[in-house]
């Protein structure tokens, strides 16, 4: 089973600010690689797959990139509704389809 | 707009068999580029993918969980569903139904989510 490792748990940002998220794959997943923010009593929604590609409607101050094992998802000028929790998740060797265990973006 | 919605009781006894179904509408279960997945979060936890199943009934489980689980699939009602036997505790736990966008046989990630559904554990 492939580990995902995200770092940090928790990530203290003032609004306006960047916020640079990393996951670490255990063993290299190639780009198959996505992002997911879930915010208090929702359900996940996908911003990123294929390391670095925007799903359908998420705005371009979301950005992913890197392959193999180092990820990073990146917040361009934090807004108000970005504070949330993020996963990384893994898609290359599976099952099972692997998450890592979040990192909150919290408000500073 | 596709939509998810999980039904099923929210409260199962230990030892006893947990079950629920996904309803879904505004796209058709029969789709051959997706399968059609369980994630779970335990309270204040992290996200675990239990499995997923393809319209014509084939399925990959959760290694960790195979011995326990069953997903089965109807088309004619447009629904997917869950079976987790011998629950316990641990068991507790948001239970999600997704799709599971997928190339050929090779499910990759999860692109429409249902709401969830709490389904806790306890005698």
């Known amino acids: 089973e492939i580990v995902m490792t995200q770092s940090p748990a928790t990530l203290s940002v003032s609004p306006g600010e960047r916020a640079t998220l990393s996951c670490r794959a255990s063993?290299?997943?190639?780009?198959?690689l996505a992002w997911y923010q879930q915010k208090p009593g929702q359900a996940p929604r996908l911003l990123i797959y294929g390391a670095s590609t925007r799903a359908t409607g998420i705005p371009a101050r979301f950005s992913g990139s890197g392959s193999g094992t180092e990820f990073t998802l990146t917040i361009t000028s934090l807004h108000s509704e970005d504070f949330a929790v993020y996963y990384c998740q893994q898609y290359n060797i599976w099952p099972p389809w692997t998450f890592g265990q979040g990192t909150k973006v919290e408000i500073k | 707009q596709l939509q998810l919605q999980e039904s099923g009781p929210g409260l199962v006894k230990p030892s006893e068999t947990l079950s629920l179904t996904c309803t879904v509408s505004?796209?058709?279960?029969?789709?051959?580029?997706?399968?059609w997945g369980w994630i779970r979060q335990p309270p204040g936890k992290g996200l675990e993918c239990i499995g997923n199943?393809?319209?014509?009934?084939?399925?990959y489980y959760n290694p960790s969980l195979k011995s326990r689980v069953t997903i089965s699939v109807d088309t004619s009602k447009n629904q997917f569903s869950l079976k987790l036997s011998s629950v316990t505790a641990a068991d507790t736990a948001v239970y999600y139904c997704?799709?599971?966008?997928?190339?050929?046989?090779?499910?990759?990630?999860?692109?429409?989510w249902g709401q969830g559904t709490l389904v806790t554990v306890s005698s």
């Open positions: 063993q290299s997943v190639s780009s198959n």
């Open positions: 199943i393809y319209y014509s009934g084939s399925t």
């Open positions: 997704a799709r599971h966008r997928s190339s050929g046989w090779s499910p990759y990630y999860f692109d429409y």
């Open positions: 505004g796209g058709s279960i029969g789709s051959s580029s997706y399968y």
